[in-house]
């Protein structure tokens, strides 16, 4: 009797949930295979340090294996603004130096960080309205942690660019459910600005924002959704109706 297994023996020992005694890798993990349980864990011990630096070092390899196709990048971005081929800011683009890209993908990496702060900060502020009862330092390590899947969409983007050695191979936002859209529009850009993989982060980030905030979930898509859909339609609409017709009239 003594070495029967009790019916809920095997019951305690799977699907054990996520602590915050287990490490930073398996939070990271846990926030692509197991969201709720990883916000959990990272309620109870926040941490934005290791998906920093796995940010850093991945943007930092994807820079490297990006270098000899910088020039065909630029050259596919502009003409995504109407340029023609004999557009004079077409005719003046020449391969980047070694030390302008590093120097542009610091300053990448310092853009995203303060993204992660901003977005920390409107949640934290906001989720006072609805009684929160997180910190500043929970809300920084979900949007730290759900960036996971804007890398993942990077690497692809980074694998389709050196399988295909195109630029419009590699790219993974909205608009290309949209081939019809006209790429001066503003609808197209609204579409063009949202990352397939950085709206999956996002929805994402509901989850964990609810989670270490105390709040419902449609409270924490309000906070979270609305500022950043807000910045997608403010970007469209300033490429739409300022930058691009500046360049039309360059041209």
């Given amino acids: 009797m003594d070495n029967q297994v009790k019916p809920n023996d095997h ?22 295979f197991e969201p709720s349980k990883a916000f959990k864990a990272i309620k109870s011990k926040p941490n934005f340090i290791f ?11 994807k820079t490297y294996i990006s270098l000899p196709y910088q020039q ?3 050259l596919y971005s502009q003409k995504l603004m109407g340029m023609s081929a004999d557009h004079p800011a077409l005719q003046n683009i ?30 934290r502020l906001f989720s006072m309205l609805f009684a929160g009862k997180g910190k500043f330092k929970q809300d920084l390590s979900v949007f730290a942690n759900v960036y996971v899947f804007t890398l993942i969409g990077a690497v692809l983007s980074t694998v389709l660019l050196v399988v295909t050695g195109s630029p419009e191979k590699m ?4 608009s290309v459910l949209f081939p019809f859209l006209e790429e001066t529009s503003f609808l197209f850009w609204i579409f063009n600005s949202i990352n397939i993989f950085t709206l ?7 989850i964990g924002i609810s989670i270490v905030e105390d709040i ?15 910045s997608k339609i403010l970007l469209a609409a300033y490429m739409a109706l300022f930058a691009i017709p500046m360049l039309e009239k360059i041209g």
């Fill in 11 to 32: 019951q305690q020992t799977v699907g054990v949930p996520l602590t915050e005694n287990d490490g930073a890798v398996k939070k990271y993990i846990g926030v692509i």
């Fill in 51 to 61: 998906p920093l630096v796995i940010m850093m070092l991945l943007i930092g390899v």
């Fill in 72 to 74: 065909q990048i630029e």
């Fill in 94 to 123: 020449q391969a980047q130096s070694l030390g302008t890209t590093i120097l542009n993908a610091v300053i990448g990496i310092a853009l995203i960080v303060v993204g992660w702060l901003m977005m920390a900060g409107i949640a």
């Fill in 171 to 174: 790219n993974t936002n909205l």
């Fill in 200 to 206: 999956w982060g996002i929805i994402v980030a509901v």
């Fill in 216 to 230: 419902k979930k449609f409270q924490a898509c309000l906070i979270v959704v609305f500022p950043w859909l807000l």
